[in-house]
């Protein structure tokens, strides 16, 4: 006689980190799985341009690479980068103005990992962080990850206002600023250099640290550079000043680096260890080969110059395809634009219906740290050529005059 055995109970098992099931996705990453298809214009990524990538020359970097050093290029390397590319870039940011060593740099996994560490190295749980309304969008991941209460510093077309900026460090007494003062993401604005210098004032008199984010800043089609925040009396020994290959090298080499000051920059080194031990060597061989064999700024020079033709085709085609009474602005450089539907329309759930014509973009409320103007949108104009440009906003517009019909 065969005795059953008890079935087994099974208990759950621990549940996720409250972090991790507080925290949400990126809504451009959800936004892009769903128009992925072909088909879709898709103004939502930021999503660099591939067929203006100088894919040659960076397959002659990796092939140099390994041909020459291949023990060197596939072995581990030292957490805080590569000394030739360390080098390179501190090389090309003295080049620009700002006095800058190898030892300064610390390369990072695309300028999203420099965020990362920041707050690791930086954050506490409840501090307070700063920033620009509306942020971009993973800065916002990233230091809600970290447990930081984030508040928004209000301003306006010229960007962050610093006697807003001044009031707010006094009465939330915040660890950090975080900023992208050259062609934002979302809104494609630039802050002029009298702001720059005031915000260098206020961080050194009253006491914190400024993050300024630059991945954009080569992509000028107009005027004249702006100086960086990092380079204004009083701020070079509290601001961090992060960059980024992804927009004018490939964003698929991840390849981003940071310069800080030395007790910040080693925090961020151990953090570092203990993420991914380095930033995969190969890659940074290959980028400091590059650097040394092509003329990076003249390639630069020619994304630009097709960037800016891609802007102006949307500039031209906006007011077919937005709502009267729609407003935008007019970026310098970059790969965003900005715009605002009339009060009362919301982005977000005008979107479905958008989608529907094969066409995307991001709704403004997610970049809000604090309320949003559910009324505004972001268009990314580099990924596609003037003509595709021209029916992407032709789509949009269908999209949008149907679901306001239906709203």
Avoid at 105 to 121: E, K, Y
Avoid at 127 to 150: H, K, M, N, S, W
Avoid at 332 to 353: E, K, N, S
Wanted: aromatic share 6%.
């Amino acid at each position: 006689m065969t005795v059953a055995e008890p079935a087994l109970s099974s208990a759950p098992v621990p549940p996720l980190a409250a972090r991790a099931r507080v925290i949400g996705g990126s809504p451009v990453r959800d936004i892009l799985a769903v128009t992925a298809r072909p088909e879709v214009v898709n103004f939502a990524g930021g999503l660099p341009a591939p067929e203006l990538f100088d894919a040659e020359g960076i397959a002659a970097a990796y092939r140099a690479v390994l041909a020459e050093q291949p023990g060197r290029a596939l072995q581990y390397s030292t957490t805080e980068g590569e000394p030739v590319l360390r080098e390179a870039l501190a090389a090309r940011t003295r080049a620009r103005g700002l006095p800058t060593a190898a030892d300064d740099i610390l390369v990072t996994t695309g300028s999203q990992q420099a965020l990362s560490l920041l707050a690791t190295a930086l954050l506490e749980p409840g501090d307070t962080v700063l920033v620009e309304e509306p942020c971009y969008l993973a800065a916002l991941q990233a230091f809600g990850f970290a447990g930081a209460r984030i508040v928004a510093v209000p301003g306006d077309a010229d960007g962050v206002d610093p006697r807003a900026l001044e009031e707010l460090v006094v009465r939330e007494r915040p660890k950090l600023f975080y900023t992208v003062p050259t062609f934002q993401n979302p809104t494609g604005r630039t802050l002029p250099a009298a702001r720059r210098a005031a915000v260098a004032d206020v961080a050194a008199r009253r006491g914190v640290w400024i993050v300024e984010d630059d991945p954009y800043g080569e992509l000028r089609f107009e005027g004249e550079r702006m100086p960086w925040i990092a380079s204004f009396p009083g701020a070079a020994d509290r601001t961090v000043l992060l960059g980024s290959f992804s927009k004018v090298m490939a964003p698929g080499l991840r390849l981003g680096w940071l310069r800080a000051p030395e007790g910040l920059r080693r925090a961020c080194a151990v953090a570092k260890q203990a993420a991914d031990l380095h930033t995969p060597t190969v890659n940074q061989l290959a980028a400091a080969r590059y650097l040394a064999d092509r003329d990076l700024d003249a390639h630069v020079a020619r994304v630009a110059a097709a960037y800016r033709e891609r802007r102006d085709a949307m500039l031209a085609g906006l007011p077919d395809a937005l709502p009267e009474g729609s407003v935008w602005e007019r970026p310098a450089g970059g790969m965003f634009l900005w715009a605002a539907l009339p009060a009362g329309y919301d982005t977000t759930a005008l979107l479905p219906r958008v989608v529907g014509h094969d066409v995307a973009y991001v709704p403004g409320a997610p970049f809000y740290a604090g309320t949003p103007d559910r009324s505004t949108l972001r268009l990314c104009f580099v990924t596609q050529t003037p003509r595709e440009i021209g029916e992407g906003l032709r789509r949009l517009g269908e999209g949008l005059r149907e679901g306001l019909r239906e709203g």
